[in-house]
């Protein structure tokens, strides 16, 4: 979707002064570290991926989701799926207290601290077979169709309509725009080289490229 979470080549913002990889801490307040294993441990119960996580925070009205730090985003969107997976109630969500316990099949997947260690160090992959045959290889030219879904897209907004020449095919990866409406699919997947004057024209402060990982979907034979 073209939400507030989109911003690549949009002007207005201001400059970008990120802090130093070296200086920055992990966390700039405790109640960060909270969120963060909020996030994860709700996430073990198996009720959503990734990416339908992402797109609960894309679905903030656009106000609200500049208006948000990191973390109030990732709490504005947990809150979001535990209200619509029908894990607690908006009442809950107010008052903080439970009305009362969690379904047993919940409750069996708890991740509980002597769990997490080899949770987080298993993780999971993102590569899902496929019986389609690869379109592209590198070398190939493509260009990125113009889309405008209202639901959930890993396609820069910037990059769509312009073309770009394949570097590498990473095989085929869960397809982000099924995943996040609950269907496990697999479809190839790219990365594509863009020329700095092609996504912003004769006027682009560089010339530099930029390189764009995109799945098979949002593209076409240029």
């Known amino acids: 979707m073209n939400g507030p979470h989109d ?40 009720q959503w991926s990734i990416d339908a996580s992402r797109h609960s ?8 989701y500049l208006r948000n730090s990191y973390y109030e985003n990732w709490l504005a969107g947990i809150e979001k799926l535990l209200v619509e997976k029908g894990i607690v109630t908006e009442e809950e969500l107010a008052t903080g207290v439970a009305a009362g316990p969690a379904p047993e099949a919940l409750r069996e997947r708890t991740l509980t601290v002597e769990r997490v260690p080899a949770v987080l160090a298993a993780g999971s992959s993102a590569e899902k077979e496929t019986d389609a045959a690869a379109q592209y290889r590198p070398g190939d030219r493509v260009t990125v169709r113009n889309f405008h879904p209202v639901s959930h897209t890993r396609a820069p907004r910037y990059v769509r309509g312009h073309t770009g020449v394949v570097q590498v095919h990473y095989g085929a990866h869960i397809y ?47």
């Open 7 to 46: 911003l690549g080549g949009m002007h207005g913002l201001g400059p970008i002064n990120p802090e130093s990889e070296t200086e920055e801490p992990l966390f700039h307040a405790d109640w960060e570290k909270r969120a963060l294993a909020v996030t994860l441990a709700l996430g073990a119960l198996g």
């Open 57 to 64: 925070r894309e679905r903030q009205h656009p106000v609200d």
């Open 176 to 222: 982000p725009d099924r995943s996040a409406e609950g269907e496990m699919v697999g479809v190839h997947l790219y990365n594509v080289r863009f020329d700095g004057e092609e996504l912003w024209g004769e006027d682009a402060p560089s010339r530099e490229p930029v390189y764009i990982d995109l799945w098979e979907s949002y593209l076409e034979e240029a």
